[in-house]
């Protein structure tokens, strides 16, 4: 582990969010410096050390390898609606430029109908031709992905992103429905990623960088699957964006847009120039952080040495 983390320099930061989003209200990575560039350790609080060591490779490829080129200088992307109220979640859409939303939807402790109003809302902000995408984070039984996916119907949803928990859940409620279904938490948190596509579950797989291991994992599972994949994010900072910029853009096809606006919910960033979306875009430019901007977002003491220690237990396990 020693050897490992020489090579290397950390510095944490803890960015507020403009809105609550996945239970947390900030966003703490540890931004690693390496020989070829910077990479991203940003795994949530909660994730064992057993689940960070992939977030800790892709960190040090992006840290420690030669990248390869961008395939492509811009990346169309949606606009992201964390559980908000209707106007907040329509201004986020105006604000992004984006002809896509993606919409989460199903949390705990909502008011009936906040996910129907949120969801008008991000329709009319969209107007006519825009796309919408919901995301359930496996939230819902068969029989209410069933209920709720039928009373929802008027949306003509692009896809849902795991509506239901397990495999077999979702190849029933695509025969029962019809509806196109995405995975996420299927593809990420499994041992077999592949067994997803072999078994029929999914229409479309969505894929994140860290969560992989890194963009080489990425394209390489990309290249042995047939179904069209799109690149996410995993909130990460401008610094840890790129890898999933660069993944994407070295795909074979884009049929979607790529969830990969997510800096744009952050109140700041470590770097001069955030990877926010433009007109529905954002160019794939490499950008490291500001020293300044780093000791403005470094977390208190405690805190920091708590990130830095998730970052050795990651390589604990790694090596």
């Known amino acids: 582990m020693s050897r490992l983390l ?3 320099e950390l510095y944490p930061v803890r960015i507020p969010m403009r809105h609550r989003f996945r239970r947390v209200d900030h966003r703490e990575a540890v931004l690693v410096r390496g020989p070829t560039g910077w990479g991203e350790f940003s795994p949530f609080p909660d994730y064992p050390a057993e689940v960070t060591t992939r977030w800790l490779a892709s960190a040090l490829e992006a840290a420690c390898s ?5 395939g492509r200088h811009r990346i169309p992307v949606n606009a992201t609606v964390p559980s908000v109220s209707a106007e907040v979640a329509a201004a986020l859409v105006k604000e992004s430029g ?30 006519p031709d825009g796309k919408i995408r919901i995301d359930v984070n496996a939230r819902w039984s068969l029989e209410e992905a069933t209920e709720r996916l039928t009373s929802l119907s008027r949306f003509e949803f692009e896809y849902v992103e795991q509506p239901v928990a397990t495999i077999e859940e979702m190849i029933e409620l695509r025969r029962r429905t019809g509806i196109r279904l995405a995975a996420d938490e299927l593809v990420r948190l499994s041992p077999d990623p592949l ?15 860290q969560p992989m291991g890194g963009v080489s994992r990425v394209l390489d599972f990309a290249g042995r699957v047939h179904l069209p994949v799109v690149i996410s994010s995993a909130l990460e900072t401008s610094v840890g964006m790129y890898s999933g910029l660069l993944a994407a853009s070295l795909l074979r096809d884009l049929p979607f847009a790529c969830g990969l606006g997510t800096v744009a919910l952050l109140e700041g960033d470590p770097t001069l120039e955030p990877r926010v ?4 875009f954002v160019e794939v430019k490499r950008v490291e952080p500001d020293p300044v901007l780093l000791k403005r977002w470094r977390p208190e003491r405690a805190r920091a040495a708590e990130m830095l220690r998730k970052v050795r237990a990651a390589a604990e396990v790694l090596t």
């Open 195 to 209: 067994r997803v596509v072999e078994s029929g579950a999914a229409d479309v797989l969505v894929v994140k960088v």
């Open 98 to 127: 984006a002809n896509t939303a993606k919409v989460k939807v199903g949390d705990p402790g909502l008011p009936e109908g906040a996910d129907e109003e949120r969801l008008d809302a991000v329709a009319e902000a969209l107007g």
């Open 66 to 70: 030669e990248l390869p080129e961008p």
């Open 6 to 8: 020489e090579a290397i």
């Open 277 to 280: 979306g433009f007109d529905g």
